[in-house]
């Protein structure tokens, strides 16, 4: 195929309706690359038929690229798109998983086979993932014993306090990460999230005893008597409450 002939497929891919594009799809199939058939799905009048054409192609489906636009297609019947799924990299399931037009199904599928491969991935990729995953990723994330890698999961902006809560309250978060969170600008300043850090037995006193004065009456009355804090947290909380009394 002339130059000339393929950017005239190209345009007749993207602009043809549905009819018109299967017919095209039967005439060109063999003839077509990455960028033509990249056209062809964005095209409106998409259809399932034209999916399924595509992916009885071996040539076509064997491309990366094509894998991963037709598993975030919404014509590609939902089969067909979750076994793509489990083909993709990292960073194209924590796309596709982000991605609104894609189907709830296959944005699910995306997020446990990325939680899934979490264990294996090493820091730097943990750290990006945290920044931009769903519910389930910051669920299997927030156990992660690596302080920079909470540090990323603070900024991801699907983060909720509740989904923040267990880890600043667990006592088996390590010291590090429970500091890391007391001095998030966004996280730190939340009286539930400052309240679960005083009374977190692992939290080191030098990042609980800037907080105390910031605690109601009632919370430091319960980190006074907590024997499991550290001494100089407790008799601060005392001496708070006898100020205030």
């Known amino acids: 195929m002339s130059e000339e002939d393929s ?3 190209l345009v007749k891919l993207r602009e043809a309706e549905s009819g018109e594009l299967e017919r095209l799809l039967q005439e060109h199939l063999e003839e077509l690359d990455v960028p033509a058939v990249r056209q062809l799905l964005r095209n409106p009048f998409m259809t399932t038929k034209v999916a399924e054409m595509l992916i009885g192609d071996s040539r076509l489906l064997g ?13 590609t019947p939902k089969v067909n798109a979750l076994r793509m799924v489990s083909t993709l990299y990292w960073r194209d399931l924590v796309k596709l998983a982000r991605e609104i037009r894609t189907p709830p199904a296959i944005r699910r599928a995306a997020e446990l086979q990325l939680v899934s491969r979490l264990p294996g991935l090493g820091a730097g990729e943990k750290r990006s993932i ?12 927030r156990r992660d014993p690596d302080p920079m890698v909470i540090e990323a999961l603070l900024e991801n902006p699907r983060l909720t306090e509740g989904s923040l809560l267990p880890l600043v309250s667990s006592e088996t978060t390590k010291p590090e990460v429970l500091t890391v969170v007391a001095r998030d600008k966004r996280w730190g300043i939340r009286y539930p999230v400052r309240q679960a850090l005083c009374k977190n037995p692992r939290t080191p006193a030098v990042t609980t005893l800037p907080l105390l004065p910031m605690l109601k009456k009632i919370d430091l009355a319960a980190v006074a008597r907590d024997r499991r804090i550290p001494a100089p947290v407790r008799k601060r909380a005392e001496l708070l409450l006898g100020r205030n009394r």
């Not at 491309?63 to 014509?75: F, G, S, T, V, W």
Request: net charge positive; no cysteine; glycine share 14%.
């Open 7 to 9: 950017g005239s497929l």
């Open 63 to 75: 491309n990366y690229e094509i894998r991963r636009d037709l598993a975030a297609h919404p014509k």
């Open 130 to 141: 945290a920044r931009q995953g769903g519910p389930g990723v910051i669920a299997q994330l």
